[in-house]
């Protein structure tokens, strides 16, 4: 098991050295082929991977901490403990693993490169074999966070997946491509480094207090400390919002979403499909994986209203914006500034329907937002256009595109019997859950959201595939051929996407069960407690309280 995972991680990687130490100069058809075995294989891996994780017996919820991976490659690489007396008595660790949520975002990932792989297919032309060894290391790096259980590991992997996506919009996007990338970069580095001076800070702060403690590197056994030997108030809460800084701008909140619609914009296609589907992932996966296990004092004080003010604004900023666009690209990344508040809303209502609804979200606005940029992506092949104005009627020659962009409309809005649905309800219900007026109001705000939702993405649908045709004339002089519907190879690219939108809609209980476990854990710290005024005044006074014990406030 712990070989399938260093395959799992590194296999992409690889793939990548190939294309650019063993072969720098191969053929863009040669790199196209490498790229999409390569892909092909690591999700075939992934799928091993996951049947082991599911034949693996269950961790009685007694014996097992806020965090808990069960598929564990665990490897000390420098040990202090053992340098003299006067050593810190640390030990910095290779430390790989999985639970139930990090396995589905990581199968999330192995699918979403397949399809970015199949849509980059005839649109990268120039230097295509650096193009796919940066979507390769791309995807190494964001199947890395997510197995990551040493906080130095997941920072360089949260860090790393920058570098291969800076050049995929740099290099291979549109008009203001080196602007954009610059933006990003700039962006999320910055609050990277918030977030790293943050998780050094508790490292040191929970040492302090635990003086026995020899792996406070080790996620797993910094959540199990921290629950055990609570940080006082004050201190949880200057943590919180280091920490979280990186992660705001990763989801990214409002206010600090401004680099995301241009770097959608001018993204490759593939770029935008992973950035949507995956790599804003690593924001509310970073909430998830270190806040909310690891500082309940302050996710309870300010987490709540904090976060739930910012989600709940970002979900009717992106909305409004998406709906002011001509350009249908921009649209579908404001969308997702809308999205992803619901995604906040539910990990911050902290409960078991929140949480659940969050995760869930998570994998589902991966699966609809990413094949939404892959049918744009499509029908801007066709016409070079992403201009509302100039697209109508549609449907009438391109059907089976028309097919996929209803039906994966109706995915995003939340139509019921389709994953969009399931993931927002039990969001809104978490929220609703949260009590104190203020969680009523945070769903309240959301469910306008859904309304807005539908209102511009079938807005797009009514304008450009009907009504009046309306397309730009099909240019012949330069040898372009005539515009036709899907070919087998956008089938490919969009079927895996479009059928798991279907059945986490209809069944989504084996995903529930998979991430229950590591759900129900975290949500039992909060068990029990009220978010009124009372409780967080009694919290923020009382910072010995450890959440899960009865004596709790």
């Known amino acids: 098991m712990p070989s399938l995972l260093l395959v799992m991680i590194f296999l992409p990687a690889l793939a990548a050295a190939a294309l650019l130490l063993l072969d720098p100069k191969a053929t863009a058809t040669r790199a196209r082929w490498v790229a999409l075995i390569a892909t092909v294989v690591t999700f075939f891996v992934s799928w091993g991977v996951a049947a082991q994780f599911v034949a693996l017996p269950a961790v009685a919820s007694g014996d097992r901490g806020p965090i808990s991976p069960q598929m564990v490659l665990r490897q000390t690489w420098l040990d202090l403990s053992q340098a003299g007396p006067h050593s810190p008595g640390v030990k910095f660790e290779f430390y790989l693993g999985l639970d139930g949520i990090s396995l589905a975002l990581v199968m999330l990932t192995t699918i979403l490169t397949i399809s970015s792989v199949l849509v980059s297919w005839t649109a990268i032309k120039d230097r295509a074999a650096e193009f796919y060894a940066c979507l390769l290391i791309l995807e190494t790096g964001l199947i890395g966070v997510f197995c990551a259980f040493d906080i130095l590991l997941f920072y360089v992997f949260f860090e790393f997946t920058l570098i291969p996506l800076f050049f995929i919009v740099g290099i291979w996007g549109g008009p203001l491509r080196r602007y954009a990338a610059g933006k990003f970069f700039v962006y999320t580095l910055a609050g990277g ?75 490759p296609t593939a770029g935008s499909v992973l950035l949507a589907g995956v790599l804003l992932k690593l924001g509310t996966y970073g909430f998830l994986r270190l806040l909310l296990p690891m500082l309940p004092n302050a996710c309870m004080a300010i987490g709540l209203p904090l976060i739930g003010t910012m989600a709940s604004i970002g979900i009717l900023y992106g909305s409004f914006c998406a709906l002011s666009q001509n350009d249908i690209k921009k649209l579908v990344a404001y969308s997702s500034v809308a999205h992803l508040g619901f995604c906040m809303l539910g990990l911050f209502a902290l409960n078991k329907e929140g949480i659940s609804g969050g995760v869930l979200q998570m994998i589902n606005h991966g699966l609809s937002t990413g094949a939404l940029f892959c049918i744009v992506g499509m029908f801007y092949e066709r016409y070079h256009t992403r201009q509302l104005h100039e697209l109508g009627g549609l449907a009438t020659k391109l059907p089976l595109l028309a097919v996929a962009m209803v039906f994966t409309s109706f995915a995003s809005i939340g139509l019921p019997g389709l994953n969009g649905f399931v993931g927002e ?129």
């Open 425 to 553: 309800f039990l969001c809104l219900a978490g929220m609703f859950k949260a009590g104190d007026g203020q969680g009523v109001i945070f769903a309240a705000l959301g469910a306008m959201g859904v309304v807005l939702g539908a209102w511009y993405l079938l807005g797009v649908v009514q304008h450009a595939f009907f009504g009046p045709v309306h397309v730009p004339a099909e240019d012949h002089s330069h040898g372009h051929e005539p515009v036709s519907d899907l070919n087998a190879r956008e089938m490919a690219a969009l079927a895996p996407l479009l059928t798991l939108c279907l059945v986490l809609g209809l069944f989504p209980q084996p995903l529930l069960d998979l991430i229950r476990p590591d759900v129900d854990a975290v949500a039992k710290l909060y068990d029990g407690k009220h978010y009124n005024k009372t409780t967080v005044a009694t919290l923020t006074k009382t910072p010995s309280v450890a959440l899960g014990s009865e004596t709790a406030p």
């Open 193 to 267: 480094l918030i977030t790293l001076l943050g998780l050094v800070s508790m490292v040191v702060a929970v040492v302090q207090k635990n003086p026995t403690l020899t792996t406070p590197f080790s996620i797993p056994d910094l959540a199990s400390a921290l629950v055990a030997n609570p940080l006082p108030a004050a201190t949880q809460t200057v943590l919180f919002l280091m920490i979280s800084a990186g992660f705001m701008v990763k989801v990214p909140l409002f206010p600090f979403h401004t680099w995301l619609p241009l770097a959608h914009v001018e993204a």
